[in-house]
C-alpha cells in the first residue's frame, strides 16, 4: 500500500504565494509519476501540474509561468510551488502518485486527502 500526505494548503491573498507539499511512503516502484489535480466546487477535478520520474513536467495552461512542480525523488516528495496566486486557483489540491514496476505493466494509482486552498481578499 501506498500513502500520501499533503501539507502546504491555507488562505493567502490574490497575487499571494503557497507551496504544497505531498511526501510518499509504501510500496512505490522505480517508474513513479507525481502530480498535483484541483477540484473547485461544481467543477471537475483538473489536472493543475505532473513530473515523472525521469524529471520530465507538464502543467495546465491556467497555471504556466505561475506554478513549478518538483521532487526529491529520495524522499518521494512532490512539491508545488504557487506563485501570482489568483481568486480562480481556490480549491481542494490532491495530490496524485501512478507507479509501476515497468513499462509493460498498469499504473498503480494513489490519491492523497487532499488540501484547501482560498485565494480571497
Known amino acids: 500500500q501506498v500513502q500520501l500526505v499533503e501539507s502546504g494548503g491555507g488562505l493567502v491573498q490574490p497575487g499571494g504565494s503557497l507551496r504544497l507539499s505531498c511526501a510518499a511512503s509504501?510500496?512505490?516502484?522505480?517508474?513513479?509519476?507525481m502530480g498535483w489535480y484541483r477540484q473547485a466546487p461544481g467543477k471537475q477535478r483538473e489536472l493543475v501540474a505532473s513530473i515523472s520520474s525521469g524529471g520530465s513536467t507538464d502543467y495546465a495552461d491556467s497555471v504556466k509561468g505561475r506554478f513549478t512542480i518538483s521532487r526529491d525523488s529520495a524522499k518521494n516528495t512532490v512539491y508545488l510551488q504557487m506563485n501570482s496566486l489568483k481568486p480562480e486557483d481556490t480549491a481542494v489540491y490532491y495530490c496524485h502518485l501512478g507507479t509501476r514496476p515497468s513499462i509493460y505493466t498498469v499504473y498503480h494509482n494513489y490519491w492523497g486527502q487532499g488540501t484547501q486552498v482560498t485565494v480571497s481578499s
Open positions: 509504501g510500496s512505490i516502484f522505480s517508474i513513479n509519476d
